[in-house]
């Protein structure tokens, strides 16, 4: 139990600090309990505590939004607020439909998602995405979804730092579905840049553009799902400022708030927005929303954040921690059971062969001695997952690997 944090460290129930690792859950970049973001909070609950999210406007949500438009990549230009990572999901898969059919195309219904992707756990999120697990129990999804295979290579790619080498071939699994489906049935393709909650699967060299160029050509919409590689986690603002590949439609949550406040943010191209602009002014163009969509107090927890991710340069932080980072990380190959490792920017994963006939147990095993011992990892399947603050410094980076190392020389 937690029941404290400051800046680095969480405090637990018992008093004891505990070095976070893992930016709560990917999402407080900026550290935990910072002053400006508070004082934002505090302030806006005595000022003005809600405001209604259809036909009436208040200013904070417009300023979020004109600062967001300022630092996501050129060309986003228009956000649509929601209140978390799956509902920014089910938001983006929603214009992606209704821009097809409000442009006359309204035959591309399907849609493309990744194995071992992660989209949140909302219905559309598990349809496109690639976890087993998240999928089995829920019976049909949405229909008309396909998937492209994973792209974790781990014969050909462990220990590769940064970008793998391999595997930007898997890009042309795109062309065969669109073989399969026909183009003019599909409306997007959604992937996570980095997938991150299946354990770091980067993309290989090339990858990402290949899907860009498929996309491009044959009409389909390229979604990002930048819930945890957007505000600084790359070294750059979002991953589609690091790849250089600009998307159509990009998903956010988690940093856009710190993590403090739930909110999350949709960023489309101005041809996507305008294509919606064409019916008389007392009617809605596209019928989705929340009642807290840009809410006050999570308007003014936006703003609280990227003042400071500005004044600290947060957003850009991760490249200059990223080589000592890549260094630090990859000296434990040696450690005991590790069998790859990875990272990009301020990402990394030890991934641990799991024990025979008992999968997930030793990464379960690792993560409650590393909690005994003061640090906070995070583990997905036999993969410890680390995504530090990005206000971490390096001798907390040399605590947190030897405090890997120490765990793992521990564990069965
Ligand atoms: C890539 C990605 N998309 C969507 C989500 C869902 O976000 P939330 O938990 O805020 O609904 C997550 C959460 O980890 C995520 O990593």
Redesign the pocket.
């Known amino acids: 139990m937690f029941v404290g944090a400051s800046d680095m460290h969480y405090v637990t129930s018992d008093g004891r600090q505990v070095l976070d690792a893992t930016a709560g859950?990917?999402c407080v970049n900026a550290g935990h309990c910072r002053p400006k973001i508070t004082e934002a909070i505090q302030k806006q609950a005595a000022e003005l505590d809600y405001a209604p999210a259809f036909q009436i406007g208040h200013p904070k949500a417009f300023e979020l939004a004109n600062k967001l438009v300022d630092i996501v990549p050129e060309g986003m230009d228009h956000v649509f607020f929601t209140n978390?990572?799956?509902?920014?999901?089910e938001t983006a898969l929603k214009i992606a439909l209704a821009y097809h059919r409000v442009k006359g195309d309204g035959a591309r219904f399907r849609l493309i998602g990744r194995e071992r992707?992660?989209?949140?756990?909302?219905f559309g999120?598990i349809s496109v995405g690639g976890i087993v697990p998240n999928r089995k129990m829920f019976g049909t999804l949405l229909t008309g979804v396909d998937h492209m295979p994973h792209t974790h290579l781990i014969e050909k790619n462990a220990f590769s730092k940064g970008a793998p080498e391999h595997g930007a071939e898997l890009a042309d699994e795109l062309e065969r579905i669109v073989g399969l489906h026909d183009a003019s049935t599909i409306a997007a393709v959604i992937v996570?840049p980095v997938?991150?909650?299946t354990g770091v699967l980067i993309p290989p060299k090339g990858y990402l553009q290949k899907l860009r160029d498929i996309c491009t050509k044959h009409g389909i919409l390229l979604i990002f799902?930048?819930?945890?590689?957007g505000f600084g986690r790359m070294g750059t603002p979002f991953a589609a400022d690091y790849y250089g590949i600009i998307p159509d439609i990009m998903?956010t949550?988690?940093g856009l708030t710190n993590g403090v406040i739930?909110m999350?943010a949709v960023f489309v191209k101005s041809e996507i927005y305008e294509a919606f602009m064409n019916g008389p002014e007392h009617m809605i163009e596209f019928m989705h929303g929340y009642t807290y969509s840009g809410n006050p107090m999570a308007a003014a927890a936006g703003l609280g954040t990227l003042a400071t991710y500005k004044e600290e340069g947060l957003l850009t932080r991760a490249a200059e921690l990223a080589p000592y980072w890549e260094e630090a990380l990859h000296s434990l190959a040696d450690a005991p059971y590790v069998i790859d490792i990875r990272n990009v920017g301020l990402i990394g994963a030890v991934e641990l062969e799991p024990i025979a006939g008992a999968p997930t147990k030793r990464a379960f095993a690792a993560f409650r001695e590393a909690f005994d011992n003061g640090l906070l990892i995070r583990t997905t399947g036999d993969i410890i997952a680390l995504s530090p603050p990005l206000i971490v410094s390096k001798s907390q980076i040399d605590e947190i690997v030897d405090g890997i190392r120490a765990v793992l020389n521990k564990v069965d």
């Open positions: 859950l990917w978390s990572g799956s509902e920014s999901v992707g992660y989209h949140g756990v909302n999120g996570e997938a991150g909650s799902d930048e819930v945890i590689t998903v949550a988690k739930p999350g």
